[in-house]
């Protein structure tokens, strides 16, 4: 499944075949190129800006890396295990930060308490759409514009549900958005700190869970493909319904991680997140669960240290470069594979 | 709180004559955008999710053309459909080749960094503030035309000229693409959407076909945003929201896939509604109201994608959805 074996040498070859083989270590190893590019790009703007400036928004990157990669991996189990694009999936995160919003300030309960509600009220919204929605759908055959259209659909709703019951004024958690610590002379907001740790610290888990569980083996067998993967003898209806609950939950936990991060929630926060998150799955590779970890991480990287060279209101559109960029070069993505696409 | 006020929904609108050409207006530009949506959905089998944004690109650049140029609007609007055929051009070459669901990604998350570079070039759109003084030309032609109403008595109507312009285009339009649909080059489209592999077999370029069918839906993308602009009298960003990419859906489900004429009853059904709900009286704020319309419009697109995909004219043999 991953793309990490035959580290050829290109240096123990003469010239002409080093230069093929390159090609082929290259392919071969693209988490290995993809550090290259990101280190050759870190090394040129530490060259041109200096240390400092890199290092804080190199900060400020893996800050937001930490909830793309987190709203990206459930995007793309979902896609991978039921070929389903959930343009829906933003609107998920919008529901966790609105949910973690109702008991952290509605309710008041304490924060810990609201992001664990957070992420249980919306692993449930993401398990009663598989219920109502999907799988009845599939039972259907439905073809590729009906579901698109559906989740579509779906979007509409939640987001729009939401901004008829809260409004479309910014909303505050009951969080510490102003205090600051320094270290190394970088800064960095309290909250965000604990808003990084806590994501790359979950980021880890799935990781782990994905490649030594036995669900998160199945998850990405069924990812990799879904008949081999039920004809084996797995309980595909059993891990796809863990599918949901994994990807909607993390979901709700990037929501709440970001409008921790950023201090407020509009009803279309996860519409606009949507499009950075996309990118971070197809940057690495269209339902891939460890892709789009690193998508997302790497995203966050590339629109942070985009603000060194233009201005910050254009760090959107970063996300939209890289997506075209990536389909030109590799289209399949870091850790896809070519005949998937 | 009654719940009387909840019910009263007052019909007077309907028999307003401001009502019908509003909301008609609304219908023809938006059933010309669905066309667009029409030949690459139903008709070459791509689904461009981006069409709002093509629709920004040629309002947008006809608008700047003309009010920061200083071209004459009618040598600005022929340059703005060739800019906005080019946008469509340089978005379906890296992703018109890759798999049905990244031109989907690729062309929404398109129509939203045209939106965004609306919303912050302010230099060049007058980003949020919106991009005014470009419809002078259009105005006298407008009151010209107002004026020939007299007869029919129509020459209050200060939207009449441009709901009329507005339905011979679109029905121009529909025809022309209608009989498009005959041609040899129609054939070879619906083929494409049929079964690329055997098209290339056949020796035919697919993916020259599928450049062209985008092409051509974001020049109708552009028309549609000329109409929307004159009607508006300025551009703001938010008219190009990917809503109104999903609206077109809606219209184009609502109306049948594979159906040029289809568009346009679908545009009138959905614009008639949509315009109707601002004159419902509920007990609720403008912003719930607009919120509560969208609800509605996701429930819609849900509920007929899942239970009638073939639309109201639609047939079933011209399905693709089935694949």
């Not at chain 1, 090394?43 to 900060?59: F, K, R, S």
């Not at chain 1, 709203?71 to 998920?92: I, R």
């Not at chain 1, 809260?166 to 610590?181: E, I, K, M, N, Y």
């Amino acid at each position: 499944m991953e793309a990490e074996a035959s580290p050829a040498q290109p240096g123990a070859l003469g010239r002409r075949e080093g230069r093929a083989s390159l090609r082929t270590t290259m392919s071969a190893n693209p988490g290995l190129v993809a550090a290259g590019i990101v280190l050759a790009i870190a090394v040129a703007l530490i060259a041109t800006q200096g240390l400092q400036p890199v290092a804080q928004t190199g900060l400020n990157g893996l800050i937001s890396g930490s909830y793309f990669a987190l709203g990206a991996v459930g995007l793309t189990l979902v896609y991978g295990t039921l070929k389903l694009v959930n343009f829906a999936h933003g609107d998920l995160l919008t529901f966790g930060a609105y949910t973690a919003f109702v008991a952290n300030i509605t309710l008041g309960l304490p924060i810990l308490l609201a992001v664990l509600a957070a992420i249980v009220v919306t692993a449930a919204l993401g398990v009663f759409t598989e219920r109502v929605m999907w799988r009845p759908m599939r039972a259907k055959g439905a073809g590729l514009l009906q579901l698109l259209l559906m989740t579509l659909g779906l979007a509409f709703v939640i987001r729009y549900a939401i901004q008829f019951v809260a409004g479309t004024a910014p909303r505050t958690l009951d969080v510490d958005v102003t205090s600051s610590v320094g270290f190394l002379g970088l800064r960095i907001g309290q909250t965000q700190l604990v808003v990084m740790l806590a994501g790359f610290a979950v980021l880890i888990g799935v990781g782990v869970m994905l490649r030594s569980t036995s669900l998160g083996r199945q998850m990405r067998a069924l990812s990799d493909n879904f008949d081999l993967a039920e004809v084996s003898g797995i309980d595909t209806d059993r891990v796809v319904m863990a599918t949901w609950i994994f990807a909607a939950g993390l979901a709700g936990l990037a929501g709440v991680l970001y409008t921790s991060s950023i201090g407020t929630m509009t009803p279309n926060l996860g519409f606009f997140l949507l499009l950075t998150l996309f990118a971070a799955v197809i940057l690495g590779g269209i339902g891939n669960a460890y892709g789009a970890l690193a998508g997302g991480v790497l995203l966050g990287l590339a629109q942070e240290w985009s603000t060194l060279l233009v201005d910050a209101r254009w760090k959107l559109a970063v996300g939209f470069l890289v997506l075209i960029l990536v389909l030109i070069v590799r289209p399949q993505g870091l850790f896809g594979r070519k005949e998937r696409l | 709180m009654t719940w009387a006020p909840f019910l009263a929904l007052s019909f007077e609108a309907f028999g307003s004559l401001d009502f019908w050409i509003g909301a008609m207006t609304l219908a023809g530009i938006y059933a010309i955008f669905t066309l667009g949506l029409q030949l690459n959905v139903g008709f070459t089998g791509v689904i461009n999710f981006g069409q709002a944004g093509f629709m920004a690109i040629g309002a947008y650049t006809m608008g700047i053309l003309v009010a920061d140029v200083g071209l004459s609007l009618w040598l600005a609007l022929p340059i703005a459909t060739l800019v906005t055929m080019a946008a469509g051009l340089l978005i379906g070459l890296p992703s018109l080749r890759l798999r049905a669901d990244y031109f989907a990604i690729v062309t929404i998350a398109f129509s939203e960094i045209i939106r965004y570079v609306a919303q912050n070039a302010r230099g060049l759109t007058g980003g949020n503030q919106g991009l005014l003084g470009f419809d002078s030309q259009w105005i006298d032609v407008s009151n010209a035309v107002q004026d020939g109403l007299a007869p029919v008595g129509l020459e209050d109507q200060f939207l009449a000229p441009l709901l009329i312009v507005t339905w011979l285009t679109l029905l121009v339009l529909a025809t022309a693409l209608r009989y498009l649909q005959g041609t040899p080059w129609g054939r070879v489209l619906r083929a494409v959407r049929e079964d690329e592999d055997a098209v290339r077999a056949l020796g035919k370029n697919a993916f020259a076909y599928k450049l062209q069918s985008i092409a051509i839906a974001a020049a109708l993308g552009a028309v549609a945003g000329y109409f929307l602009a004159l009607n508006l009298a300025f551009l703001n960003p938010n008219s190009f929201e990917p809503l109104y990419t999903f609206i077109g859906y809606a219209i184009l489900i609502l109306g049948g896939l594979a159906s040029f004429f289809g568009v346009i009853v679908g545009s009138v059904v959905v614009y008639t509604l949509l315009e109707a709900t601002r004159f419902l009286e509920l007990p609720l704020s403008a912003s719930q109201v607009a919120a509560l319309r969208f609800v509605v419009v996701g429930l819609v697109l849900i509920l007929l994608v899942a239970f009638r995909p073939q639309g109201i004219f639609g047939k079933r043999q011209e399905m693709v959805l089935g694949d």
